[in-house]
């Protein structure tokens, strides 16, 4: 059964600090990975969408890597603003079928707050 | 275009009441799921729709659970005989499949049941 854990569960940082947020799955064989944030009240919006074949994906001021054979991705953020604060989900999928049986698998996530 | 969108946003129901929540996935995707976010339990899977193919209910928690898909868009969530556990944040995801790859899910705002 896949597991996804992130640390640190919370992060502050001052605004303007570069920050990491780090994800684990303990299986492996994963079709992809995505990067979510999720403010209060809210659903959830897509950051960034990394293939199995890929090592990384960038948009804007994030940037997110993926090593599947040590299980782990990074979610970078340049230059924090007090807009990001929110929390920080990734979540994998797992090609289960031929027929792309595909379900998120979510990690537990970082609830992120940048300090003006 | 439009996004994802689910309703009601807040449910409130007495315990023992059927509830159907609904959604409607972005125009054009023929990917549908249902993930339940219960409070300190983060996100889980309940069931995948794609295209006519039988639906991965492998999620549902109970046999009180069920969804439909009607003409391929649309989809109704239903809970029979609601119980207090069942008191959480229902989001909708919609994807795009192009052959056997899978695009990002979008969700919607989701749907705030709280069983009384």
């Known amino acids: 059964k896949q597991e996804v854990t992130q640390i640190p569960a919370a992060l502050s940082v001052p605004e303007g600090e570069n920050l990491v947020l780090n994800c684990s799955f303990t299986?492996?064989?994963?079709?992809?990975l995505q990067w979510f944030r999720q403010d209060p009240g809210k659903g959830l919006t897509s950051l960034l969408l990394?293939?199995?074949?890929?090592r990384e994906q960038t948009s804007g001021r994030l940037n997110a890597s993926l090593d599947k054979s040590s299980g782990r991705s990074t979610l970078y953020i340049a230059a924090s603003q007090p807009g990001d604060s929110a929390t920080y989900l990734c979540?994998?999928?797992?090609?289960?079928?031929?027929?792309?049986?595909?379900?998120?698998?979510f990690g537990t996530g970082t609830r992120l707050t940048i300090i003006p | 275009g439009a996004g994802v969108s689910q309703s009601p946003s807040n449910k409130v129901t007495e315990k023992g009441k059927d509830v159907e929540l609904r959604c409607d996935p972005i125009?054009?995707?023929?990917?549908l799921y249902w993930y339940r976010q219960s409070l300190g339990q983060g996100l889980e899977f309940l069931i995948y729709?794609?295209?006519?193919?039988?639906?991965?209910k492998s999620g549902l928690p109970s046999d009180r659970f069920s969804a439909e898909r009607t003409g391929g868009s649309v989809s109704t969530l239903t809970i029979q005989r609601t119980q207090q556990e069942d008191s959480a944040v229902y989001l909708c995801?919609?994807?795009?499949?192009?052959?056997?790859?899978?695009?990002?899910?979008?969700f919607g705002p989701g749907t705030r049941l709280t069983v009384l």
């Open positions: 729709f794609q295209g006519n193919s039988a639906p991965d």
């Open positions: 299986d492996s064989a994963i079709y992809n």
């Open positions: 995801a919609s994807s795009l499949r192009t052959g056997i790859r899978t695009d990002t899910q979008y």
């Open positions: 979540a994998v999928v797992r090609l289960i079928s031929n027929f792309g049986n595909e379900k998120l698998t």
């Open positions: 990394i293939q199995s074949s890929q």
């Open positions: 125009s054009g995707h023929t990917a």
